[in-house]
Nanobody
Framework: QVQLVESGGGLVQAGGSLRLSCAAS????????MGWFRQGPGKEREFVAA????????RYVDSVKGRFTISRGGGKNTVYLQMNSLKPEDTAVYYC??????????????????WGQGTQVTVSS
């Protein structure tokens, strides 16, 4: 089994920054991509960012490009999401996800096998 534990959410004013972390443990194997998704109030879960096993390839949803940065650390078992210039519309529960099928980051919910419990991010105006 694989466990994903997110941390770093909270309340921040518009224009502020937060850094989310997600630590993977258990039978992760090697060569897996990781991603971040979010679900705002009354909205469907959506893709935010994903990163390859090596960290050399990343992709983002257009609405966060230039503001959010995804990276890997901790021996590649940890993924971070640095969120700058936050906007009220970024308010959501943020979920970490892991794709065991390969190292290429994909923007689809169906592409991920394991999910964290989520961490709340609230941006006040």
């Amino acid at each position: 089994q694989v466990q994903l534990v997110e941390s770093g959410g909270g309340l921040v004013q518009a224009g502020g920054s937060l850094r989310l972390s997600c630590a993977a443990s258990g039978r992760t194997g090697n060569n897996y991509a990781m991603g971040w998704f979010r679900q705002g109030p009354g909205k469907e879960r959506e893709f935010v960012a994903a990163i390859s096993w090596s960290g050399g390839s990343a992709r983002y949803v257009d609405s966060v490009k230039g503001r959010f940065t995804i990276s890997r650390g901790g021996g590649k078992n940890t993924v971070y999401l640095q969120m700058n210039s936050l906007k009220p519309e970024d308010t959501a529960v943020y979920y970490c996800a892991l794709d065991t099928s390969g190292g290429v980051p994909v923007p689809l919910i169906s592409g991920y096998d394991y999910w964290g419990q989520g961490t709340q991010v609230t941006v006040s105006s």
